[in-house]
Every structure is written in structure tokens, then in C-alpha cells.
């Protein structure tokens, strides 16, 4: 019964901000990374950020700056704070838990939520 459900999605303008939920169920959330990919139309899906059991984070070149990834452990969610949004930002937006290792994606047992879609236009 692993679940991870994505909120907080939508259309803002650009320079504007929004932030995205996870909120996880079904396994020991504090023991897990926790990370936010997005897949843009027509591109790959690639990984956003990034945070740690001990609460450290990682982002990609293209958020540092403007994104925030945190986690409450006591509310088993992942938050991503989106700042200063652009319209190649634009993305449908997904929440990833893993061991820290990474074991479970490399045998395809990761976890991955429905995704939720941000859509950044004027």
C-alpha cells in the first residue's frame, strides 16, 4: 500500500511561485531520499531535487537558487518550495522515494507518485 501523492500544482505566472506536496504512506518515511523529478513535454525526465534521511538537499543547476526541497518526518511529506518560476519550468511534477543507496531504482522498485502538473505562462 505504498503511496506518495503530489499536490500543490498549477498555472502561475512567470516570477511568481508555488509549492508542491508528497505526502507518503506505506513505508518508514524518515529512511528514505526523497526526491522531485519533472518530465516536460517532448523531454526527458530529469531529477530536480533532492533530500537526504538527514535532512540534507541537492538540486539541480538549473533550480539552485529559486527551488527549496524539505521534509517533514513527522507528517511523512516532502515539500518543494518553487520560486521565481519560469516558463521552462513547465513540467509535470513528480515525487520519488528510494533507499539512500539507490538499490531500489536499480531494480526498478522505486517508488513514484501520479505527478502533478505546473504550468508556467503568461
Known amino acids: 500500500q505504498v503511496q506518495l501523492v503530489e499536490s500543490g500544482g498549477g498555472l502561475v505566472q512567470p516570477g511568481g511561485s508555488l509549492r508542491l506536496s508528497c505526502a507518503a504512506s506505506?513505508?518508514?518515511?524518515?529512511?528514505?531520499?526523497m526526491s522531485w523529478y519533472r518530465q516536460a513535454p517532448g523531454k526527458e525526465r530529469e531529477l530536480v531535487a533532492f533530500?537526504?534521511?538527514?535532512?540534507?538537499?541537492n538540486y539541480a543547476d538549473s533550480v539552485k537558487g529559486r527551488f527549496t526541497i524539505s521534509r517533514d518526518n513527522a507528517k511523512n511529506t516532502v515539500y518543494l518550495q518553487m520560486n521565481s518560476l519560469k516558463p521552462e519550468d513547465t513540467a509535470v511534477y513528480y515525487c520519488n522515494a528510494d533507499f539512500p543507496d539507490g538499490r531500489l531504482a536499480r531494480y526498478g522498485m522505486d517508488y513514484w507518485g501520479k505527478g502533478t502538473l505546473v504550468t508556467v505562462s503568461s
Open positions: 533530500t537526504n534521511t538527514g535532512g540534507s538537499t
Open positions: 506505506g513505508f518508514t518515511f524518515s529512511r528514505y531520499t
